[in-house]
């Protein structure tokens, strides 16, 4: 059995942006995004300490589960003018071509739409791979930003909810074999 062509992240541009896969070398200065509780409140979770990030971005540059079956893809969102880390967007790729995308801004930039930008690039190239299917986010139903950024970039509301949250689709059918 031939296993699945999963996907490894590229660095992508935008028009104020560059989103740069992650590595465990950006993990002080997302620390510096991340350590902030307002960030977890439609997600839930809390803030990871330093270490805790390093180890976690250290797996993530292997950009795989951890037993091959799914890509992990992790981008360090950086404005382009000064190189500044000022969020991360994530994707996970499945072998059956599904990919479901998160997003974060830290507190100080957001209300830029600098969110909305990243995303826009990242499911932009999620859709220019040929094995791709469906993009998915999960967004709780009181995200307002969050579902605003998911419409923004075509994704459609659906009526399935997973663990609270409502799912937002992009189907590719035209590849469906
Ligand atoms: C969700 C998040 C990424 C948005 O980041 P951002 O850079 O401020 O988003 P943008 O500036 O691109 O704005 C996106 C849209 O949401 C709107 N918006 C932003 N903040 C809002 C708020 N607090 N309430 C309502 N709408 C809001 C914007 O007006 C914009 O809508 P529009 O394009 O129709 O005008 C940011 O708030 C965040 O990181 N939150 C914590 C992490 C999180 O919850 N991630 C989502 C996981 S799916």
Redesign the pocket.
């Known amino acids: 059995m031939t296993t699945p062509k999963l996907p490894t992240a590229l660095t992508l541009t935008t028009a104020h942006l560059i989103l740069e896969p992650s590595t465990a070398r950006d993990a002080s200065e997302l620390f510096d995004v991340l350590n902030d509780t307002?960030?977890?409140?439609?997600?839930g979770g809390a803030p990871q300490t330093l270490e805790d990030l390093r180890t976690r971005y250290l797996r993530l540059e292997t950009q795989r589960s951890p037993d091959g079956s799914e890509a992990w893809l992790n981008w360090t969102i950086r404005l382009q003018a000064t190189r500044r880390a000022i969020?991360t967007l994530q994707a996970t790729v499945t072998s059956e071509g599904i990919a479901t995308?998160?997003?974060?801004?830290?507190?100080e930039?957001?209300?830029?739409?600098?969110?909305?930008?990243s995303?826009h690039a990242l499911i932009g190239w999620l859709m220019s791979l040929d094995t791709l299917l469906e993009v998915r986010?999960?967004?709780?139903p009181q995200?307002?930003?969050?579902s605003?950024?998911a419409?923004?970039c075509s994704l459609q509301l659906t009526s399935e909810l997973v663990d609270g949250e409502v799912v937002w689709t992009m189907l590719l059918p035209s590849r469906r074999s």
């Open positions: 307002r960030l977890y409140t439609y997600t969020g995308v998160a997003w974060v801004i830290g507190y930039w957001q209300h830029r739409g600098y969110a909305t930008e995303a986010a999960f967004i709780h995200h307002e930003a969050s605003r950024i419409r923004a």
